[in-house]
Structures are given as C-alpha cells and as structure tokens.
C-alpha cells in the first residue's frame, strides 16, 4: 500500500514550457486535492475532484488545469509555466465512501523551478 | 471566505519544555479542525484532529482545545523532544468537498 504517490519528484522548466504533474493513490479515495507549498502562505488550494470525472477550481487555479480520468489518478498541468509557479506542489487524497471526508492524505511533493 | 490564521510563525523551545501554536479561523460553519507535522522534504501528515462538538482531544503528548464561540483553537505539545522539530500546520473544514484552508505554518525547533 504505497498511498499518495507523485511524479516527477524535481523540475526545472524554462519560461513558457509545458509539463503535467501526476497524482496516484491506492487507497480508492473519492476526492484528490493538488496544493501548492510557498514560504510564509502555507498550503494553497489550486484544485481539486469529488470524483472520477469532475474537477473544480480551489484558491488560487489560474495557469492551471485538471483532469480525472480515472478514480486513482489526479493530474496538474502547467501549459506556459511562469516564474511566479515555481514551488512545491502537494498532492492529496481523502474518503473512501465512508466515514469522515476531510482526513487528507499527502504526497510527498513535486520541487519545480521556473527560469 | 474562510480564513485561518497561525501564529506563532516560528518557535524555539528546550527539549522538555511545552509548546502552543494558535490558530484562528473566519467562518462559523467551521465544523472539523485537524493539525499536520511536516517534516523537511516530506508532505504533511496529520497528527491530530478535532470536530466541533468536542471542547479538547488527547494523544500521548499531543492535545487541541477548541474554542468555538471565540473561533480558535490550539495545538498542545508537553515533554517537547527534538523529533518534534517540524512545520506545524493548522487548518479548517466547513465540510464542503472535505476541502481544508490552511493555516500559514509554525516552524517549531526543539533544541536538545
């Protein structure tokens, strides 16, 4: 049970260039959460899913998106990355259909730098 | 919307001594606050928990109060050891999506 799982660890990326971040959990959790970690702000919330298929914007989504294809699998893509998106990126899972929904379960991050 | 604020930003104790971390939160429909221990270059992991309809929870050295008709609650650590050196997060939950507002984070240093 290798829990909240992402890829790639570290990034570099030059301004302008793409990249998609992956999130997999095997605990067949409902809901799936992508953070973003910043000196001083704590976690923000850029998006997150209530399910296989739906996505929804959080605080802060903009140069953002999302899919959910499927259940286990939670993706955060950048399509022009700017300086300003560079931080560490915490993925996130919780509920199993039963019990409390909001025990979130983290990744261990994602460290990317713009330049 | 919902607003949750942390203080102390940081804080350094000596191994033995207790240590108290504050949060405030915004919105009175606020019904579960739990509390995460970051380790460096690890993710968050919850420690402890609490619902509204409980005034303080317990776990070995680890406590929380809440105080809901003022809106804050607090993160009680005793016999402070140097394993206990982290980030500390507070957040809070009005149930909708199990979505969490995070507090900004107390760096906590035991020193031995």
């Known amino acids: 049970n290798a829990g909240v799982t992402q890829t790639p660890k570290f990034r570099v990326l030059k301004t302008g260039q793409s990249m998609t971040l992956l999130c997999a959990q095997d605990?067949?959790?409902?809901?799936m959460y992508w953070y973003r970690q910043d000196p001083g702000m704590g976690l923000r919330l850029i998006h997150y899913?209530?399910?296989?298929?739906?996505?929804a914007k959080g605080e802060v989504p903009d140069g953002y998106n999302v899919s959910r294809l499927k259940k286990q699998n939670f993706l955060l893509g950048l399509e022009s990355a700017a300086p300003s998106q560079t931080s560490v990126y915490f993925c996130?899972?919780?509920?199993?259909?039963?019990?409390?929904?909001?025990?979130?379960?983290f990744g261990p991050g994602t460290r990317l730098l713009v330049l | 919307g919902e607003n949750v604020e942390q203080h102390p930003s940081t804080l350094s104790v000596q191994e033995g001594d207790s240590a108290v971390i504050k949060c405030t939160y915004s919105?009175?429909?606020?019904?579960?606050f739990p509390w995460y221990k970051q380790e460096l270059g690890k993710g968050p992991q919850l420690i402890i928990d609490?619902?509204?309809?409980?005034g303080e929870k317990k776990d070995q050295r680890i406590a929380v109060t809440l105080n809901k008709t003022a809106k804050h609650f607090s993160l009680h650590i005793t016999e402070t050891q140097p394993e206990d050196s982290a980030v500390y997060f507070c957040?809070?939950?009005?149930?909708?999506?199990?979505?969490?507002?995070f507090g900004q984070g107390t760096e906590l240093s035991v020193k031995p």
């Open positions: 957040a809070a939950s009005n149930n909708q999506g199990g979505k969490l507002i």
């Open positions: 899913s209530v399910g296989e298929g739906t996505t």
């Open positions: 609490i619902r509204s309809n409980v």
């Open positions: 996130a899972s919780s509920w199993e259909g039963a019990g409390p929904r909001e025990t979130q379960y």
């Open positions: 605990m067949n959790h409902e809901y």
């Open positions: 919105d009175s429909a606020s019904n579960y």
